[in-house]
């Protein structure tokens, strides 16, 4: 340290002085301006990307909100619908059975009234033939019967006192 002090020098150190001095001043103008306007700029950006992103973060935070609540309301709609189509369903299957037995009920109290009108039809139909036979079998009885001239007439003369006595 002492040999610097030895060969200190005024005028080289005032000319390195100016020299340095001229140096930061042309550094100043030329270099560290721009160096120092483009960090700027880049901290301008990186602050407006953060703020962007930011504002993205708080718009898909909103958009998620907003897609939760239309779920939930698409859910809220869906199930209603499935409750209306259900009670529409119950009610149609409610009333095809209520038709379906009135159907069934008319049908049997038709065919009841139809079996009654072809029993008593029957039963017409079966007396008429019963009553053919009886007459074919009487008209037969009374022509082996009064084949002869004198069980005919005694026929008739019972006849006539059965009518008297009544």
């Known amino acids: 340290m002492e040999k610097l002090i030895n060969d200190f020098s005024v005028g080289l150190f005032f000319w390195q002085l100016l020299l340095f001095v001229l140096l930061l001043l042309v550094l100043r103008k030329y270099a560290w301006k721009p160096i120092l306007n483009a960090v700027e700029d880049r901290e301008q950006s990186i602050e407006d990307a953060l703020n962007q992103a930011e504002k993205a973060r708080e718009e898909m935070q909103k958009l998620q909100s907003d897609n939760e609540r239309i779920l939930a309301e698409a859910r809220a709609e869906r199930d209603t619908i499935l409750k209306e189509a259900r009670e529409i369903k119950d ?15 008319n049908i049997i109290s038709s065919a009841k009234e139809q079996i009654k009108n072809e029993k008593m039809a029957a039963i017409t139909d079966l007396k008429n033939q019963v009553a053919e036979m009886s007459i074919e079998i009487a008209e037969m009885v009374l022509r082996k019967e009064l084949e002869d001239k004198a069980k005919q007439s005694e026929l008739v003369k019972g006849q006539l006192d059965n009518f008297k006595m009544n």
């Open 91 to 105: 009610k149609m299957i409610s009333d095809a059975k209520g038709e379906a037995s009135a159907q069934a009920e």
